[in-house]
């Protein structure tokens, strides 16, 4: 393990007391033993805020399934899985995520007190964490039938690629949309054992989303991203940012909106069902306002209240699913 580290400024010693965006005081930081905290703090652990994230279309493909077919008392475990899942895929993929960015992380001031950066973890431990939580979801993911298998393993191919989209795109975000989500379709599936439009539409309806919160993310970062290279919608959107997210969360509640009505074309189903969708688009609405690119922490708690947009929808959806 390093004790030092070169940075832009210069050599600076190294603190394992936490992480520069971890929210203060949380659990790993409190109560995890401390040979652990490394390695939770690898998989993001101590900011659950993208396991959220993850695992919210995640339950909007269930409610989804429900209210177009009926409720099953197998749905519960399928929530539950979902849960367990989205824990360990989002801790794989942040720690994918650690090992290629490793030499980027070093250059961001808000990154480099990660634990690859750092020399908490060595890339070869990192490899070790990745293979044991990939293993562990893919136990999780055999309990959900074939068509969810199929399309969890499909899934891979996503996860692998996000990465390097900043590298190569001005649009990692789409990439970050197109895994992020795919938990609506790979939910649907597990209760119907087939796809619809209702899922694909709340697929997409994500990506949009995606695209609007991960924007509002990435304009934390955006002076340094320019420095080194780092591509990002933020930095394409640039002082027009307010008026590209006004569009991607129109389109994501036009979007989300036809799903609820594909899955239920009348009755109490369609209006709690629209009813949520009338919540998520206050909400983000309400982000919009409040949005301030210049504001690096605001833009970090707008970001982290996108839990409670999704989970807007997930409420109201499981309740057209249950009534």
Known sequence: MQTDR???????????STVADAPPDNWVDRYAPPGWRP???LSRAD???????????????????????RPEWRDLWIAVACGVGAVLMRGAGCTWNDITDRDIDDKVARTRSRPIPSGQVTVRGALVWLVAQSLAGFAILLTLGGAAIALGVASLALV???????????????FLGLAFNWGALLAWAAHTGNLAPAPVLAY???IAWTI??????AHQDAEDDALIGVKSTARLFGRDTPRWLAGFGTGSVLLLGLAVMAAAPEGLGLTLGLLGVAGFAAHLAW???RFDMTDSAGCLRLFRSNRDAGLVVALFLALAGLF
Do not use: N
């Not at 609007?212 to 993310?217: A, L, N, R, S, V």
């Open 39 to 41: 390695w939770l703090r």
């Open 287 to 289: 982000q919009l306002w």
């Open 6 to 16: 070169q940075t832009p400024e210069g050599p600076r010693p190294e603190d394992h």
């Open 204 to 206: 997409l309806s994500g």
């Open 212 to 217: 609007f919160y991960d924007t509002i993310y």
């Open 160 to 174: 692998a690629i996000y990465p390097f989209a900043k590298r190569f795109t001005w649009w990692p975000q789409v």
């Open 47 to 69: 900011r659950p805020i993208g396991t959220w994230l993850l695992l919210l279309p995640c339950w909007w493909g269930i409610g989804l399934a429900m209210i177009a077919d």
